[in-house]
């Protein structure tokens, strides 16, 4: 069967993010599917409609006008220094995927080629803090509303990465979503949503990435031959600001204690004050530097997720303020695999000394995808 896969895959710095597309497009391929990606720009579409709204300067101070100077500058920077991560050179070497670029009229005009359509996984479905008008073209696109009726449309672990959605996005996506064949959510919240758009045959399922065995990811770093280093070390993996800063700083205090070395990855264009243990790795050095740390810490689900993969020490630095909502995603974790997640505060930081050695099975985990990709194949 010819499958086209919507879901976010143009990041320069979020490992998790590219490395899920990977995994749910091998996974097919290795169950005998012609599987690739489509490659649809989401930004675009954000790009246009910000453009078309203009900027209203009245609304604006002049604190303001100089933290969007100030994250102008970081993100250039920024952008700078990811090519060193060598994200598209992972891309055009290991995704097959479509030679253009899709904005939402493109899909609708000459969809892509396919017997179906996968959306997911990742958090293809948040649109808890968007705006309905600027994000109905996103939306229609990762609710699949292009193609003709012939086509298969299943959702593979999407996320909503929140507990509730507004009123107007539930009866929005409600005809969308009953169109799917098969639905299935990272997340045990997703299902809930799921049946207030009266789909009560959601099911849960793993992340993508915990599809493929540990030793198709170790092939990944291997073949590459990336060096890991000589010391004991723990590893920093860091994406955005919503988080306690000063955990950070008494990591590295700790770490120092017990004779580790700080190897700091961060990622959705965050800086702080501890660039000078900043590493810019490739996808196939971050799974090494994964596979071979003392410790990890992270505030990332898919940093979790390979914690998990490799069998490492981890724990979870929370998000705080305006994306506490994300949590759930650890909690989920938590409960699917039933191994309790450790969650480190500027207080209790030692726990990096108590962590245990995960020891979950991924293979318990069974559901009607593969059934209904056979029955859809026929």
């Given at each position: 069967?010819?499958?086209?896969?919507?879901?976010?895959?143009?990041?320069?710095?979020?490992?998790?993010?590219?490395?899920?597309?990977?995994?749910?497009?091998?996974?097919?391929?290795?169950?005998?599917?012609?599987?690739?990606?489509?490659?649809?720009?989401?930004?675009?579409?954000?790009?246009?409609?910000?453009?078309?709204?203009?900027?209203?300067?009245?609304?604006?101070n002049i604190i303001k006008i100089i933290k969007i100077i100030i994250l102008k500058i970081k993100i250039y920077l920024a952008k700078r220094k990811n090519k060193m991560r060598?994200?598209?050179?992972?891309?055009?070497?290991?995704?097959?995927?479509?030679d253009i670029t899709y904005l939402y009229k493109d899909l609708k005009l000459k969809p892509p080629d396919a017997d179906a359509y996968i959306v997911g996984s990742d958090q293809v479905w948040n649109f808890s803090n968007a705006n309905?008008?600027?994000?109905?073209?996103?939306?229609?696109?990762?609710?699949?509303?292009?193609?003709?009726?012939?086509?298969?449309?299943?959702?593979?672990?999407?996320?909503?990465?929140?507990?509730?959605?507004?009123?107007?996005?539930?009866?929005?996506?409600?005809?969308?979503?009953?169109?799917?064949?098969?639905?299935s959510v990272r997340e045990q919240e997703g299902l809930e949503i799921c049946r207030q758009c009266s789909i009560s045959n959601a099911e849960l399922v793993i992340d993508p990435t915990f599809l493929l065995k540990a030793e198709e990811y170790r092939s990944l770093y291997l073949n590459e031959n990336v060096k890991i280093p000589n010391r004991p070390y723990i590893l920093l993996y860091i994406l955005g600001y919503s988080i306690n800063t000063k955990v950070i700083k008494n990591i590295i205090k700790?770490?120092?204690?017990?004779?580790l070395q700080i190897i700091y990855i961060t990622g959705h264009y965050r800086f702080d004050k501890y660039y000078?243990?900043?590493?810019?790795?490739?996808?196939?050095?971050?799974?090494?530097?994964?596979?071979?740390?003392?410790?990890?810490?992270?505030?990332?689900?898919?940093g979790c997720a390979f914690s998990l993969i490799f069998n490492k020490k981890f724990a979870v630095i929370p998000f705080n303020k305006k994306l506490e909502d994300q949590n759930s995603r650890f909690n989920s974790l938590s409960e699917l695999f039933q191994y309790k997640i450790n969650y480190i505060t500027e207080n209790n930081y030692d726990i990096v000394s108590k962590l245990?050695?995960?020891?979950?099975?991924?293979d318990l985990f069974k559901n009607n995808f593969n059934k209904i990709l056979r029955e859809s194949d026929k």
């Open positions: 069967m010819k499958i086209g896969i919507m879901t976010f895959w143009n990041a320069e710095d979020n490992y998790g993010q590219i490395l899920q597309c990977y995994a749910l497009q091998k996974y097919l391929i290795n169950l005998g599917h012609d599987a690739y990606l489509i490659k649809y720009d989401r930004h675009g579409e954000s790009q246009k409609k910000m453009i078309q709204g203009g900027f209203k300067l009245k609304y604006l060598k994200f598209h050179e992972f891309k055009e070497k290991y995704i097959k995927q479509t309905l008008q600027n994000a109905r073209n996103n939306l229609h696109a990762f609710f699949l509303d292009f193609g003709n009726n012939n086509i298969k449309r299943f959702s593979y672990a999407a996320s909503f990465c929140s507990k509730v959605l507004p009123k107007e996005f539930i009866n929005e996506i409600t005809p969308l979503l009953q169109r799917f064949n098969y639905v700790y770490a120092k204690l017990l004779n000078r243990y900043y590493y810019y790795a490739t996808i196939p050095e971050w799974l090494g530097l994964i596979d071979n740390a003392e410790i990890v810490i992270t505030n990332s689900f898919h245990d050695i995960p020891n979950v099975s991924f």
